[in-house]
């Protein structure tokens, strides 16, 4: 069963699907999941339709959103500032606790890219989330920015766009706006998946992202369990970053470098992807059963 929802978040309605799966008896409460995407996307998209397609076939209720400015959601187009979409999924959070069909105890995410640095820092500054699942994520926005915009050329003009931002903003009180792939690069063999195409985004969406440091909060999340997934050759977010996260993390965690796989690894369905999944579930976040 699939229904919409929405749920309030700063005076904002966020656009949401709620799975439950089959086979749910009168009164029994399950472990869910809040299924957040990456940067620019929706919850239409297919790195989000095959989490939630595969952790609602093993059982487990999702609730995939639009985060603010995205998709179905209220909020400004372009304007994509983590921090505030931490917010989004801390309200999320906040929904699938009031739901008779979840295990308010049981509430994990699993996040790509984008979606996993919001996961990371949201895991890290909330309690109330129980386990997390991280694909190609990332711990630091600086060292992140940098890889993806090399010293030189690429680095200056990536930095000046964001200072005229600013310039642009004290001057004007609007957001200068700027190409989605001059934020992050993408490969011209990678776009098709992308659901949301050549968007243009607030300058501040890039300033937002280069202040944001999920690293510094991975730690908090233990003892709580994380999943961190990378390609080994992923060509938008190095797989190095993952590894900083592991180096930042604390017990239990496992990082798992895929090859063969890219950054869209969740829309290729990768088989190999799928059972380090459907394992880490088992030891770390079982459908039944107390968490170890």
Same mark, same amino acid.
């Given at each position: 069963?699939?229904?919409?929802?929405?749920?309030?978040?700063?005076?904002?309605?966020?656009?949401?699907?709620?799975?439950?799966?089959?086979?749910?008896?009168?009164?029994?409460?399950?472990?869910?999941?809040?299924?957040?995407?990456?940067?620019?996307?929706?919850?239409?998209?297919?790195?989000?339709?095959?989490?939630?397609?595969?952790?609602?076939?093993?059982?487990?209720?999702?609730?995939?959103?639009?985060?603010?400015?995205?998709?179905?959601?209220? +909020?400004?187009? +372009?304007?994509?500032?983590?921090?505030?979409?931490?917010?989004?999924?801390?309200?999320?959070?906040?929904?699938?606790?009031?739901?008779?069909?979840?295990?308010?105890?049981?509430?994990? @995410?699993?996040?790509?890219?984008?979606? %996993?640095?919001?996961? @990371?820092?949201?895991?890290?500054?909330?309690?109330?989330?129980?386990?997390?699942?991280?694909?190609?994520?990332?711990?630091?926005?600086?060292?992140?920015?940098?890889?993806?915009?090399?010293?030189?050329?690429?680095?200056?003009?990536?930095?000046?766009? @964001?200072?005229?931002?600013?310039?642009?903003?004290?001057?004007?009180?609007?957001?200068?706006?700027?190409?989605?792939?001059?934020?992050?690069?993408?490969?011209?063999?990678?776009?098709?998946?992308?659901?949301?195409?050549?968007?243009?985004?607030?300058?501040?969406?890039?300033?937002? @992202?280069?202040?944001?440091?999920?690293?510094?909060?991975?730690?908090?999340?233990?003892?709580?369990?994380?999943?961190?997934?990378?390609?080994?050759?992923?060509?938008?977010?190095?797989?190095?970053?993952?590894?900083?996260?592991?180096?930042? %993390?604390?017990?239990?965690?496992?990082?798992?470098?895929?090859?063969?796989?890219?950054?869209?690894?969740?829309?290729?369905?990768?088989?190999?992807?799928?059972?380090?999944?459907?394992?880490?579930?088992?030891?770390?976040?079982?459908?039944?059963?107390?968490?170890?």
């Amino acid at each position: 069963m699939v229904e919409r929802v929405a749920i309030e978040s700063e005076g904002l309605k966020l656009a949401g699907l709620l799975h439950i799966p089959d086979g749910l008896k009168p009164g029994e409460k399950r472990p869910a999941f809040l299924v957040l995407h990456g940067f620019g996307g929706n919850k239409e998209g297919e790195q989000g339709a095959w989490a939630t397609r595969t952790l609602l076939q093993w059982g487990y209720i999702c609730l995939q959103i639009d985060f603010r400015g995205c998709g179905e959601s209220e +909020g400004v187009r +372009g304007r994509i500032v983590p921090q505030e979409e931490v917010i989004d999924a801390q309200n999320a959070i906040s929904f699938l606790e009031t739901r008779a069909e979840v295990d308010p105890k049981r509430i994990a @995410i699993c996040g790509s890219s984008l979606g %996993a640095a919001v996961g @990371i820092v949201t895991a890290g500054s909330d309690k109330r989330v129980a386990a997390l699942i991280s694909q190609g994520g990332w711990g630091s926005g600086p060292r992140k920015s940098m890889q993806q915009h090399p010293p030189g050329e690429a680095w200056n003009k990536f930095l000046g766009m @964001i200072m005229e931002g600013v310039r642009h903003r004290e001057r004007t009180g609007e957001s200068l706006m700027v190409e989605r792939f001059d934020i992050v690069p993408v490969p011209e063999k990678l776009r098709a998946l992308l659901r949301d195409g050549h968007m243009q985004f607030t300058a501040e969406t890039a300033l937002g @992202i280069f202040l944001f440091h999920p690293e510094n909060a991975i730690g908090a999340i233990a003892p709580r369990p994380v999943l961190l997934l990378h390609a080994v050759r992923d060509s938008v977010t190095p797989s190095a970053e993952s590894i900083e996260l592991y180096k930042h %993390a604390k017990s239990p965690v496992e990082l798992h470098l895929i090859d063969n796989a890219d950054h869209f690894m969740f829309a290729e369905s990768n088989p190999r992807v799928t059972n380090i999944v459907k394992d880490w579930l088992t030891a770390y976040f079982p459908l039944e059963g107390k968490l170890p």
